[in-house]
Each structure stands twice: as C-alpha cells, then as structure tokens.
C-alpha cells in the first residue's frame, strides 16, 4: 500500500520519535524510505542552519533505518519547507509523508509547517505529535 514513504526531517528533539513511526510504517508495508532535510534560503550562513548538526542528524536517521533493514535515499534541498516537501513527493511519488508537528516551523498552528504540508501535499499526510 505504501511503496514510498517520505520522510522530511529538521533539526529538532522530535525527529527521530517521529522516525520511529516511520521505520514502523516502512517495515510494515514494505516501504522504501526518502529522507528529507529542506534548508530555507535565509537559514544558508545564518545561525539557524548548522550544516554540521544536519548531516550528523541524517547520517543517524539513515543509519538507523538501514539498521533495521529499510532501504532509504537521502535527499537533501533548499527552499521554503512546505512547497519543496509537496514538490519532492509528487517528484518521487511518495504514497504517504510522515512528519512531526513540532520543528519544521515555529510558528502557529495556522502557518505551521505540518498544517501547509496538509494543504499542498499530492498524497496522504501522517501527522505524529
């Protein structure tokens, strides 16, 4: 039911929780994994975006799944984080998004991350608090 599973990551505590749903899902279907870390424009130099700290936080994500046995790509893009997470699951045809709703944005519930994820996304998106 679920042959791609999109998985978009930042650099926040809730992260590998919701990786643990992920792997879940992934297992139980099946699934091939698509790890995704969007930087916004304005977070590239700033002190938002620490390169260092995101590629130890995919490498582990990745790691983890391939651990358990889930093939998984990493992809890595640059952008406004709702816009490109739709545009690479309909580029990939992701048959499901599993994110968090806590990180990607810290705004509120109205101009969340997750809550436009919803409105743009191509397919179904799993929400994990």
Known sequence: MFDTVLFPVDNSRQTLDTAAVALKLAQ????RLVILS??????????????VAVAQLLEQVRSS???????????????KPAFVIG????????DVIVMGTRGLALEDD????AARVIQLAPCPVLVVP
């Open 87 to 94: 545009d690479v699951a309909d580029e990939i045809n992701a």
């Open 110 to 113: 109205e101009h969340s991350t």
């Open 38 to 51: 969007v930087v916004e424009a304005e977070e590239v130099g700033g002190a938002m975006h620490d390169p």
């Open 65 to 79: 799944f391939e651990q358990a046995g889930i093939s998984c790509d990493v992809l890595e893009r640059e952008g």
């Open 28 to 31: 139980r279907h099946g699934s």
